[in-house]
């Protein structure tokens, strides 16, 4: 089985502090995610990665960052932590190949609160 | 520009009764089309997925989707719903035609509530 992991359930911040997200796949994938879900909004890609060292833009990129030094390991960092980003942060990791590569494999998720 | 529109916010039926939940894209070509669901306090998992070829498609927990080019949707169906159905579900669209790697873009999603 594919499984995502990512560092906390749960995280409460304040404004102006840098957070770290991570997220940890361990099925050998290429890709990896980060997305942001908002009632009502659905998912939005913040950014993702197709590589050690490589990234992409997402939807939604402005007041993020994202780190892959490791193959399976993909850090989401917010430079300067604000209310309007106090949402849940979900990771998502696929393999390559024609079709397999949009097939998904999303972690628990982290519910940030930023105070 | 892709797009996914899932017109219903909120659905409830009653266990037992069939489900059907809507979902429309826009894309200038045959898109990719996949359904996740999403338990209470959990990542999402994908329910079933469709490339090309059948356009009827089964997925896993006894759900199927049908592919309609003529009507650009990818409607989620269940003949029997059952209490652990309920859960947020999302119908989701790629692939990007402008991006390196395998991008999929999300509808808002459908909260389906099941009645006793």
């Known amino acids: 089985d594919v499984k995502v992991t990512q560092s906390s359930r749960y995280l409460v911040k304040r404004t102006g502090e840098k957070v770290f997200l991570e997220c940890v796949q361990d099925?050998?994938?290429?890709?990896m995610f980060w997305y942001r879900q908002d009632p009502g909004l659905g998912l939005r890609l913040i950014y993702f990665?197709?590589?050690?060292?490589?990234?992409e833009k997402g939807d939604i990129p402005e007041g993020y960052s994202v780190s892959r030094e490791k193959k399976e390991r993909f850090s989401l960092i917010l430079e300067s932590a604000s209310t309007n980003q106090t949402s849940m942060y979900l990771c998502?990791?696929?393999?390559?190949?024609?079709?397999?590569?949009?097939?998904?494999?999303f972690g628990p998720g982290t519910r940030l609160t930023v105070t | 520009a892709q797009s996914v529109t899932q017109p219903d916010i909120h659905i409830t039926v009653s266990e037992g009764a069939s489900l059907e939940l809507r979902c429309n894209y826009s894309?200038?070509?045959?898109?990719?089309l996949f359904w996740y669901v999403q338990s209470p306090g959990q990542g999402l998992q994908l329910l079933l997925k469709?490339?090309?070829?059948?356009?009827l498609v089964q997925g896993i927990k006894g759900f199927e989707a049908e592919f309609k080019r003529s009507q650009s949707s990818f409607n989620l169906r269940k003949p029997s719903v059952h209490w652990s159905d309920a859960a947020e579900y999302f119908c989701?669209?790629?692939?990007?035609?402008?991006?390196?790697?395998?991008?999929?873009?999300f509808g808002s999603g459908t909260r389906l509530s099941i009645r006793p």
């Open positions: 989701a669209v790629g692939p990007s035609p402008y991006s390196s790697a395998s991008k999929i873009i």
């Open positions: 099925m050998d994938h290429e890709n």
């Open positions: 894309y200038g070509a045959t898109p990719y």
């Open positions: 998502a990791s696929s393999s390559t190949g024609t079709h397999r590569s949009y097939e998904q494999y």
């Open positions: 469709y490339f090309s070829g059948d356009t």
């Open positions: 990665s197709y590589d050690v060292k490589m990234k």
